[in-house]
């Protein structure tokens, strides 16, 4: 599950940005992995042999899921593992054709390259394979811990009108020696006579003549550029400040109404934070809300036993990869895991859909055939009943979601097999 989209940027890992989309490639030149929306490819040069590969190795269209790359003056190379998860080597001249020569390919697989290369190509299966359980059965660990009310009431508490800011009239205003400076600029242009010795008395004469009427005109001038900037600041003022009350209002109601866990606002909240969520085991949910005792009633139509991964893979100290096929005993607890932490995960976004919810009832429920007439009825599997401090006070990250239900009131009857027995149907 994740609730935002993110690409991590770690050492040795380069972002490609392209027309088809974005691809990552990791690795040392000579061996490195892209990453894309087509899929995964292995690209390997190996010194000495002439040959270089591009190999997809995503889980995708196993069959003819790689392809050559040839260049001119080399040949291809295509690594992958077959459904048994052995591997494949096929190497092809640069018209595409294969080649076959026993001695080539013996030579191909002795090399450290072929070797590593294949050792990255069990890991990133056993990766996929371990991925598509953990999706499943660490969904609890994407809980968040919900919003407490004493921290929206600090907000409500701490909450404020921003106000607009006036800005100064930064333009100073004109004084008799600013306007004496000016004068005398001008007297020395005009003022030029071939009589050089009479210039300074003319030029002073000049300044003293004109300093009163232009020193007015001046202060007339800058008061009211003054008055026009103070008079479009206030009206900017008056816009913002109605602005920002407004959004003032707005962030007090949602805060005064989260406190008190007003229907309209938990329920909006709700299916907004379901909406923007992505959740690996399908399920479907009903939920009412009472605003009275605060409340949230959610039943959980939760996914099958079947559609939990039957895969278990391990990386044996050759570096050779062992894909076995799980026990049921290992399925049913898989199982077990999911739907528990999906108990968690909803119960989570819905204490943080308003900190005024006290609590959230929440059952699961799967489909069984009734054996009394053979059609397909709801049969719940657990009832939980979950208050919002001691839901606060859990580390998901280190739980047994299995375990974590003792925290609270609950109905379950799981035998030490992982065999979920039915507590009714309503």
Do not use: C
Request: charged share 30%; proline share 4%.
């Amino acid at each position: 599950m994740r609730y935002r989209n993110r690409i991590k940027i770690a050492p040795g890992v380069h972002i490609n940005l392209s027309a088809s989309g974005i691809s990552t490639t990791l690795g040392p030149q000579g061996a490195n992995i892209n990453i894309g929306k087509n899929g995964s490819y292995l690209n390997t040069g190996i010194p000495g042999t002439g040959l270089y590969n591009r190999t997809k190795i995503s889980k995708s269209n196993r069959t003819n899921s790689s392809r050559a790359v040839v260049n001119q003056g080399q040949v291809g190379v295509k690594m992958d593992l077959d459904e048994a998860y052995n591997p494949v080597l096929q190497i092809f001249d640069k018209s595409g054709n294969d080649i076959t020569h026993p001695t080539l390919i013996s030579r191909v697989k002795r090399t450290p390259e072929y070797k590593e290369n294949l050792r990255e190509i069990y890991r990133l299966y056993y990766q996929d394979i371990i991925t598509e359980t953990t999706d499943f059965t660490d969904v609890y660990k994407n809980t968040l811990k919900p919003v407490q009310p004493i921290e929206v009431q600090s907000q409500l508490d701490n909450l404020k009108p921003k106000r607009f800011k006036l800005k100064p009239f930064d333009k100073p205003k004109p004084t008799e020696d600013s306007t004496k400076i000016i004068l005398e600029v001008e007297a020395k242009s005009k003022i030029n006579s071939l009589l050089f010795w009479t210039n300074k008395s003319n030029r002073a004469l000049y300044v003293k003549e004109n300093l009163e009427v232009r020193l007015n005109n001046a202060i007339e001038k800058w008061t009211k550029e003054k008055g026009a900037f103070e008079k479009e600041q206030a009206l900017e003022a008056n816009e913002k400040n109605a602005q920002y009350l407004e959004e003032y209002k707005l962030t007090k109601d949602a805060l005064e109404k989260n406190l008190e866990g007003a229907s309209e606002h938990v329920i909006g909240n709700f299916q907004e934070i379901l909406n923007e969520v992505e959740i690996k085991p399908e399920f479907h949910l009903d939920f009412e809300y009472d605003e009275t005792t605060k409340v949230f009633h959610i039943d959980l139509d939760l996914p099958e036993v079947e559609h939990i991964p039957t895969k278990s893979a391990s990386l044996l100290q050759s570096g050779k990869l062992s894909v076995k096929k799980k026990s049921e005993k290992l399925i049913r607890e898989d199982y077990a895991r999911t739907v528990t932490g999906l108990a968690f995960l909803i119960a989570g976004m819905a204490f943080m859909s308003a900190s005024g919810i006290r609590e959230v009832k929440l059952g699961g429920y799967t489909q069984r055939v009734d054996p009394k007439d053979g059609r397909l009825k709801d049969d719940y599997i657990f009832k939980i009943r979950f208050d919002r401090p001691s839901f606060s006070d859990i580390n998901f990250t280190a739980i047994d979601p299995i375990r974590a239900f003792e925290n609270f009131e609950y109905q379950m009857d799981l035998s030490r097999t992982y065999v979920f027995k039915s507590i009714g149907n309503g």
